[in-house]
C-alpha cells in the first residue's frame, strides 16, 4: 500500500470548517484513500474514503485531486467532539488490511 | 447499534501470568483484526482472520502470543507469559461483508498493563 504523509497537529476554532491534508504521492491506480479518526480512549472510527471522486457523508467530505497525490478531509463545522487523531490511509480495494500511520492530532479550540 | 465488544476494558497482570483478551465481532462480519497499540509505536496489526481462518498473524510475536477464532462469535488473543513490554491497548476490529463496505469497526479496547 503506498505511504501517506499527514501534518503531525492542527488546531481549528469551533465552528469552522477544519481541513486536514494528506499526501499519497505513489499511490497507484486501484487504491482508495481512506480516513479514520481516533477520539481518546477509544478505537479508530471510520469516516469515509474514495476512489478519485469526491465523496460527501454525514460525518465530512473528501476532496481528492486530479492527479490522485493527495487530498483534503473536510469536517464543514467542528465542534470540540471532533477533537481526535485523524488518520489518512491509502489501500488497495479488496485488500482487507488497514495500516495505520502516525495521523494528524486535531484539536478543536472553543 | 451493532458493535466489537471487547473484554476486558482493564487488566492489570503481574509479569509471567497469562493473559486472555476476548471479542465479539458484529453479527455476520466475516473478518477479525486484533491491533496493539503503544505511544512509541502507534496502531500495530498483531494478526487477522476470515471465516475464522487466520490469514496472517506476522505481526505477532509467535513464542508468547496466540490468536484464535473458537466460534463466528468469539475470537481470542493470549499472551503467555505476559511481559512489561506486552503493555498496550489492544483493539479488535470486525469487517469484510456487503453492508460493510470497505469499513471496519473497533471495539473500544483492552487496556493491559504488565506489572
Known amino acids: 500500500d503506498a505511504k501517506t504523509t499527514q501534518p503531525t497537529s492542527m488546531d481549528c476554532a469551533e465552528g469552522r470548517a477544519a481541513n486536514l491534508p494528506c499526501n499519497h504521492s505513489t499511490i497507484s491506480g486501484n487504491e482508495y484513500v481512506y480516513w479514520y479518526r481516533q477520539i481518546h480512549s477509544q478505537g479508530p472510527q471510520y469516516i469515509i474514503h474514495?476512489?478519485?471522486n469526491n465523496e460527501t457523508n454525514e460525518m465530512a467530505s473528501l476532496i481528492i485531486t486530479e492527479d490522485r497525490k493527495s487530498s483534503t478531509l473536510i469536517l464543514p463545522h467542528a465542534t470540540l467532539r471532533d477533537t481526535a487523531v485523524y488518520y489518512c490511509i491509502v489501500k488497495g480495494f479488496g485488500n482487507e488490511k488497514l495500516t495505520f500511520g502516525t495521523g494528524t492530532r486535531l484539536t478543536i479550540i472553543p | 447499534d451493532a458493535r466489537v465488544t471487547q473484554t476486558p476494558r482493564h487488566k492489570v497482570t503481574e509479569m509471567g501470568q497469562e493473559v486472555t483478551m476476548r471479542c465479539q465481532p458484529i453479527l455476520g462480519h466475516n473478518t477479525v483484526f486484533w491491533y496493539r497499540q503503544t505511544m512509541m509505536q502507534g496502531l500495530e496489526l498483531l494478526a487477522y482472520f476470515r471465516n475464522r481462518a487466520p490469514l496472517d498473524d506476522s505481526g505477532m510475536p509467535k513464542d508468547r502470543f496466540s490468536a484464535e477464532m473458537p466460534d463466528a462469535t468469539l475470537a481470542t488473543l493470549k499472551i503467555q507469559p505476559s511481559e512489561p513490554r506486552d503493555s498496550a491497548v489492544y483493539f479488535c476490529a470486525s469487517g469484510g461483508t456487503a453492508s460493510a463496505g470497505e469499513k471496519l469497526f473497533f471495539g473500544s479496547g483492552t487496556q493491559l498493563s504488565v506489572l
Open positions: 474514495g476512489l478519485k
